[in-house]
Structures are given as structure tokens and as C-alpha cells.
């Protein structure tokens, strides 16, 4: 499979990453371990966690995704096949939250637990802490990576002048640099990348690995009316946002070009982000290994200049 270079780091990534946040979720430990299992055989080896993950359910504390991908490694004995990602940063409860040097330092060794490793390949900033100077918050994950706990890290959820306002203090002071940036973005969610936050991407060579790369569901094309919302657990909460006109648009336009290549909806929104000059490897997840399939046919699908207009026009801003 091909790989890519994660912005100026040492990592080499395949061009899709699996969102892991289902794990503990959506579906359970029996059934993460099978999704795991099929994704190591086919190649697809970078994994995106992060420690809040699944807080938001009735009974979790967070970190379930996180264990379970631990135990999973330690069981097949992977770990040196698994481009690992994870994340700190979000309210985890009890005063856990934000990036001070304190609490990374302790909230690495919380995940290096779970994970049950000694290192973490991507270790990102989960959203900005504008309560904690952004050169003290470097300097935690300069000494993380003197240490060998952590490899490289990447900022999520930053504003454009935040993200370049980090990326000046690290080339002067000398401190780690942010190596890829984690936004919302999909054929439908263009606005709030496209513009200042992709220019300081490429302009500094930051990778993008956006999540939400199918939105919520929405372009995998299961949900054409309200009537379709209870077709998974999230659909009444996060898909009326994108039934709209234009988000009919959109779909009629990967419909289109699903006709035309014999793939999957689901497959062509990712194949055209895939092909974004900026992105390095879009973030989706499955919750069937046969779902797996249309991720790694993605990263084969070439689309035609032809078929790339049609999307771009279709869901322009």
C-alpha cells in the first residue's frame, strides 16, 4: 500500500487512517478485535484515539477506546506494525482538561497504560487551551519525546493563527513542531478548513488528517430521509444538519460518480478527499469488517478530472 510522509516527521502513514473512537462504543470489544484484525491484514496500520474516548457514554469515564486497542496489540503482538494516535487535551473530569506541562505529563502515562506500550507515534493537542502559553505546552512534549514516550505530535481542533502562532515559537525556540493538524473536513464540511487553516497546512508542510471524513454517515448515503435516522445510534443527533439541498447535492453528485466507477458512495467521498493536495490521510471508521472493504477500496480508486469537478461543484461552500 501506498504511503505517505506525516508532514516533516520520521512517520510514514497509509493514506487513511481508522477512526477508533467506536471501539467501547458502537461496538463492542469481540467485534473491535475482529475490525482490528482485518485492518492489520490489509494494511490500513494507523490508528486515531484519544483518551476522552467514549466519556459521553452513560457508565464510561474514558480511555475505553484506548484499552481496548492496548489489549488488542498486546494479544496479536503488533505493536511495531501499528502507526498509533492519540490524543489529550479534552475534560476527562475531576480537573482533567487542557494542555499544561502538569497534566500531559500525567495524562501520557494514563494512556501509555491503557495502550499498554511504551510509546505513542502521534501524541495531538485534542483542541487549543488558550488558558496555557502554547511554548510551556511544547516543552512538555519536547521532554515526552527526549524520553522516547512520545515520537511526534500534531495539533487538533486549532484555529489558522493559533496552529502558525505554534509553529513560529517551535522554529524559534527550537521546540518539537506540530506535524499534522486533525480538522473537521469532508465534502460537505469544506468551509472551515478551506481557506486560512489550508494555507497554513501546505505552507508549512503540516499533514491533514481530517475527521468526520464521511460526516457523521451521512456520504456513505444511508440516510436519504428523516425516516433514515434510525439507522444507527448517532443518526437523529448528527445527520438532520446535512439534509438539506445541498447535502442532496451532494449525494446525487457521488451517486453519479459511484454509477460510473462501480464504487461505493462512501468510497468516492473519500477517494476525493484522498485526493486533496493538503490531506495526508482522512480519519473514517467501520463497525463491520465488510464495511473495511469500501476504506480500502478508496485508497485504489483513482477519480478523473471529470468526476473530481462534479464533486467540487456539487458541494461548494
Not at 210 to 226: P, Q, V
Request: charged content about 25%.
Amino acid at each position: 500500500m501506498e504511503l505517505r510522509r506525516l508532514g516533516r516527521s520520521e512517520l510514514s502513514v497509509p493514506p487513511l487512517c481508522f477512526g477508533c473512537n467506536i471501539f467501547g462504543w458502537t461496538v463492542d470489544a469481540a467485534t473491535s478485535f475482529a475490525l482490528l484484525d482485518r485492518l492489520l491484514e490489509s494494511g490500513l496500520t494507523f490508528l486515531d484515539t484519544a483518551d476522552v474516548y467514549s466519556r459521553w457514554v452513560a457508565g464510561h469515564e474514558g480511555g475505553e477506546s484506548e484499552a481496548i486497542i492496548g489489549r488488542w496489540m498486546k494479544d496479536r503482538g503488533c505493536r511495531d506494525r501499528i502507526v498509533l494516535a492519540t490524543k489529550v487535551g479534552m475534560e476527562m473530569g475531576e480537573g482533567k482538561v487542557g494542555l499544561s506541562p502538569a497534566y500531559v505529563a500525567r495524562a501520557v502515562e494514563d494512556s501509555l497504560r491503557r495502550l499498554q506500550t511504551d510509546r505513542i507515534d502521534l501524541y495531538q493537542s485534542h483542541k487549543d487551551d488558550p488558558d496555557t502559553p502554547q511554548a510551556e505546552t511544547l516543552g512538555a512534549y519536547q521532554r515526552l519525546i527526549e524520553a522516547g514516550k512520545v515520537r511526534v505530535i500534531g495539533a487538533s481542533n486549532f484555529s489558522a493563527g493559533r496552529l502558525q502562532e505554534a509553529l513560529d515559537l517551535s522554529a524559534a525556540q527550537g521546540l518539537p513542531r506540530y506535524e499534522s493538524m486533525q480538522p473537521e473536513y469532508n465534502l460537505y464540511d469544506r468551509a472551515s478548513f478551506e481557506g486560512a487553516l489550508e494555507r497554513v497546512c501546505v505552507e508549512n508542510e503540516v499533514g491533514v488528517i481530517g475527521y468526520f471524513s464521511l460526516a457523521a454517515g451521512f456520504l456513505t448515503g444511508k440516510y436519504r430521509s428523516e425516516a433514515d435516522y434510525a439507522k444507527s445510534p448517532r443518526g437523529a443527533r448528527s445527520i438532520p444538519k446535512y439534509m438539506n439541498p445541498r447535502g442532496l447535492r451532494i449525494l446525487g453528485a457521488l451517486d453519479a460518480v459511484a454509477g460510473e466507477t462501480g464504487a461505493a458512495p462512501a468510497t468516492v467521498a473519500l477517494a476525493w478527499l484522498m485526493a486533496r493536495p493538503a490531506v495526508t490521510a482522512p480519519i473514517a471508521s467501520a463497525t463491520t469488517p465488510a464495511q473495511i472493504e469500501a476504506l480500502l477500496a478508496a485508497t485504489r480508486l483513482k477519480l478523473s478530472p471529470a468526476q473530481t469537478t462534479l464533486l467540487d461543484e456539487a458541494s461548494a461552500p
